[in-house]
């Protein structure tokens, strides 16, 4: 073996271990395993479905490759965590990648009609502009008022994608099952999609699936730590 094996499988059992303390390999009851999921299964445990981390490793290796060759040429990559315990941090750190995203709710035509979602963001960032100018107090306290209901309700909705002014080179879902209309969305665009697939999950749906709890908060945060690094090292 030589040096550069030796320190790359190093590496691996150090990332392996660090994926096991942030409970990466917890998946669902055996009951709920989905038959696709089974090439990367490792065993039961109190009938709990464990991911085999080093199939993890292999395909989080293959996913940041396709990410860091994607974010090198200057392509955006759409985060999309819309259950509470991922919202905030999809949010954060997409924020933190310069890059969009959606934490709420996903609106029906995000992709298949961008379009039309795009003249809506257009609309918020245009109402925004106008308060921050001081030309909305020319109307009464109650249409103020109307306005920032709007302002409000629109970025919870679409404001995470203010910078996607053309359709995204990839989406990164933090759930396949949990983001399922985004997904096929984003197979009807032809869109790659990089996302994190739970033993309850079909990873066969997808370009390029992590296999990975897509509960906890811990794994969520690893993986997305993991990620984050990648782009911010390669972002062009």
């Known amino acids: 073996m030589t040096k550069t094996d030796s320190s790359k499988s190093k590496n691996q059992e150090k990332l392996i271990e660090q994926m096991a303390e942030a409970g990466v390999h917890f998946g669902h009851s055996k009951s709920r395993k989905n038959p696709k999921i089974e090439p990367f299964v490792y065993g039961l445990r109190n009938n709990i479905v464990i991911i085999d981390l080093q199939s993890t490793a292999k395909k989080l290796e293959e996913a940041l490759k396709f990410i860091q060759d994607t974010v090198s040429t200057g392509g955006k990559i ?20 310069g890059m969009p995203y959606v ?5 029906g035509g995000t992709l298949t009609n961008f379009k ?3 003249k809506r963001v257009d609309h918020l960032q245009d109402l925004e502009k106008k308060k921050k100018a001081g030309e909305l107090k020319k109307y009464t ?7 920032d209901e709007e302002i409000t309700k629109l ?3 679409i404001g995470g994608l203010k910078e996607l002014n053309k359709l995204p080179a990839a989406i990164l879902v933090l759930s396949i099952k949990h983001c399922a209309t985004a997904v096929n969305e ?3 665009k032809k869109i790659p999609v990089i996302g994190l697939a739970d033993t309850d999950s079909n990873p066969t749906l997808i ?4 296999p ?11 993986m997305l730590n993991q990620i984050k690094d990648c782009i911010i090292k390669n972002k062009k």
């Open 155 to 157: 970025n919870h909705t």
């Open 186 to 188: 984003s197979i009807r």
């Open 141 to 147: 306290k109650r249409e103020q008022m109307l306005f």
């Open 116 to 118: 039309t979602i795009r």
């Open 103 to 107: 934490s709420e709710r996903w609106l």
């Open 212 to 222: 990975s709890n897509d509960d906890v908060t811990s794994a969520l945060e690893f």
């Open 78 to 97: 759409l985060f999309v965590g819309l259950r509470p315990q991922s919202s905030e941090i999809t949010k954060k750190t997409a924020e933190e990648c």
């Open 207 to 210: 370009d390029y699936p992590i």
